[in-house]
């Protein structure tokens, strides 16, 4: 496990490595690349869509009006933006804010999954449709998953993944916005679970049996996941 200083410098050389990436041809209409924000020690890490057009101008994610609902979200729950790291599935802004594309979404994903490995935060709130599918890998839609927790292994880390309305489609309606807050205020006890255990394949391979997973809050969930 890096230091939190090895962990910065770390990340630092991820983001350089971002700035120059020309895998996908949003490199072309970018005026920059929104690596992500905030704490590189972070126990909750949010996963947006994409830029948008402020983004792209400043280099930060969520700096518009959803960011600032983002931002009264976490204060409620007494936190603000320094407590976590925010970053999205694109690090580039697709013109006129189109959906990404799969093969974006693809050439992308490495810099989210260094990001993952790197700032290891214990839960992830996906945000909207594109996070959610992504990270979750299957098709299900905000709608129907929003709000429940579940132990999954994205990429290199094993972490609480929690969907979560996107703030943007919060905005203007309130029936959305009440169920974006309603979720967010259980952020803090998914929190406390703290680390899960390490998902367990459902397939055994034949030899010992495996070690009891200890933490009573994931074997729950890992079972509503059909893995034991
Ligand atoms: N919407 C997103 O998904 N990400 C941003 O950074 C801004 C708006």
Do not use: W
């Not at 350089?16 to 072309?28: D, K, S, Y």
């Not at 580039?92 to 989210?112: F, I, K, Q, S, V």
């Amino acid at each position: 496990m890096a230091s939190a200083a090895e962990r910065r410098e770390l990340l630092k050389a991820v983001y350089q490595e971002a700035r120059g990436c020309v895998a996908c041809a949003l490199h072309e209409t970018r005026t920059s690349v929104v690596f992500g924000a905030g704490n590189a020690d972070a126990e909750l890490m949010f996963v947006g869509e994409a830029p948008g057009a402020n983004e792209d101008l400043q280099g930060l994610p969520f700096v518009g009006q959803a960011g600032r609902l983002l931002e009264q979200l976490l204060a409620e729950i007494g936190m603000q933006r320094d407590d976590v790291f925010i970053a999205n599935t694109l690090k580039c802004r697709p013109p006129g804010n189109r959906d990404p594309h799969p093969h974006e979404l693809e050439a992308c994903r490495r810099y989210l999954d260094r990001q993952l490995e790197l700032i290891e935060p214990t839960v992830v709130c996906t945000l909207g449709n594109f996070a959610t599918k992504l990270l979750r890998g299957e098709p299900t839609g905000i709608s129907r998953i929003h709000g429940q927790a579940e132990v999954r292994t994205i990429g290199p880390r094993t972490v609480r993944l929690y969907p979560l309305y996107h703030p943007a489609a919060a905005l203007y309606t309130p029936s959305t916005l009440a169920m974006l807050r309603e979720d967010f205020s259980r952020i803090p006890e998914i929190l406390a679970l703290g680390q899960p255990a390490t998902e367990v394949s459902p397939v055994q391979p034949p030899g010992p049996v495996a070690e009891p997973v200890d933490d009573p809050a994931a074997t729950v969930e890992q079972d509503q996941l059909g893995l034991f």
